[in-house]
């Protein structure tokens, strides 16, 4: 009877040992500081934007927990490479270079670059008014990457800023003609008074997508995807993306 006893007390361990492993892991999510749509904060100093909605629907969606962190982008992958974070959701374009050291999700938003110019300036009016001038980008974002690509054509030298508020405000006054950026990030803050406007078509760019260090977090990264699929289909994705994008 004793021998029954223990066998029966030992199961008992094991099987609160097991419910004790399958308790919610607090994640440690990592996202830029001021992308806006996709992160920024409101009136109340709060984060919100398309990834802090999105994250949070889908941790609600798969029940996991998490923590944000909103370091900067720079400091964000930095966090991530040094395992200081488990993910980072930053309107991060997903690039094969990216893809040596991260593993991404689906694709869950298609943007694209455009350039930007001070409000009221008339003489920079495209890609070949830049000969010789200064051109702002932020550093490791899409619209960077594109300046990079065309700068020696066009004859034109980039300055680099951390934060795009920091780069709009070079280009207010005058140490930069013009910058890069996501047209749904330019398109906003346009509309929000950032005394800048648009003076090309977008240039096709990558898609965001949510990163992991390549070969860890492969739990994390499949419950962002499961989650991801299951807001599509149910409409929350798009309620999401017409809180902060106007489809007119």
């Known amino acids: ?4 006893q223990k066998m029966l007390m030992a199961a008992v361990i094991v099987a609160l040992a097991a419910g004790c492993a399958k308790k919610q892991e607090e994640y440690v999510i990592a996202t830029d ?11 109340a100093r709060q984060y919100v934007g398309i990834d802090i909605d999105l994250l949070a629907a889908i941790a609600e969606d798969q029940h996991f927990k998490y923590r944000l ?4 982008f720079s400091a964000a992958v930095a966090a991530l490479e040094s395992s200081q974070a488990d993910g980072v959701i930053a309107g991060m374009s997903i690039t094969n270079e990216r893809k040596k050291k991260y593993d991404f999700s689906q694709a869950y938003y298609d943007s694209g670059v455009v350039m930007a110019i001070r409000a009221d300036n008339d ?3 495209s890609y070949d008014s830049l000969n010789g001038q200064t051109v702002a980008v932020k550093t490791g974002t899409e619209g960077a990457t594109f300046a990079e690509s065309i700068k020696a054509q066009y004859g034109f030298n980039l300055k680099y800023f951390d934060e795009s ?9 005058g140490g930069s003609v013009a910058c890069f950026e996501d ?4 398109g906003y803050g346009i509309s929000q008074g950032n005394g800048l406007k ?28 499961k989650g991801l699929a299951n807001l599509r289909a149910n409409g929350k994705y798009q309620q999401i993306l017409d809180t902060y994008i106007a489809t007119k």
Not at 1 to 4: G, I, V, W
Not at 33 to 42: G, K, L, N, R
Not at 211 to 225: M, S, T
Request: hydrophobic content about 45%; proline content about 6%; aromatic content about 14%.
């Open 1 to 4: 009877m004793k021998m029954l």
């Open 33 to 43: 500081t001021t992308f806006a749509p996709f992160e920024f904060q409101d009136a």
């Open 69 to 72: 962190d909103p370091l900067g």
């Open 123 to 125: 003489t920079i009016t």
């Open 165 to 173: 508020p920091f780069m709009y405000e070079e280009v207010k006054t």
């Open 183 to 186: 047209y749904p990030v330019m």
């Open 198 to 225: 648009m003076v090309t078509d977008m240039e096709k760019g990558s898609s965001y997508g949510f990163a992991v260090l390549k070969g860890k977090n492969a739990e994390l990264l499949n419950a962002f995807n």
